[in-house]
C-alpha cells in the first residue's frame, strides 16, 4: 500500500511532466510540500472547530 505522499509525489511528477517543470522544480516541491500541508490542516481544523 503507498502512503499519501507517494501518492503526492506521483501526482506531482505527472503535473509536472505536463506544464514542463524540471527536476528542480519537483525537487523544490517536494521540499514545499510539507508546510503546505500543515497549513491546509490547520486551515481545516480552525474551519472546523
Known sequence: M???SGYIGAVA???G???GIG???LRIWDIA???V???LVGLAYA???
Do not use: E, N
Open 2 to 4: 503507498r502512503s499519501a
Open 13 to 15: 511528477q505527472r503535473v
Open 17 to 19: 511532466a505536463l506544464v
Open 23 to 25: 527536476d528542480a522544480g
Open 33 to 35: 510540500k510539507w508546510p
Open 37 to 39: 500541508i500543515a497549513l
Open 47 to 49: 474551519i472546523l472547530c
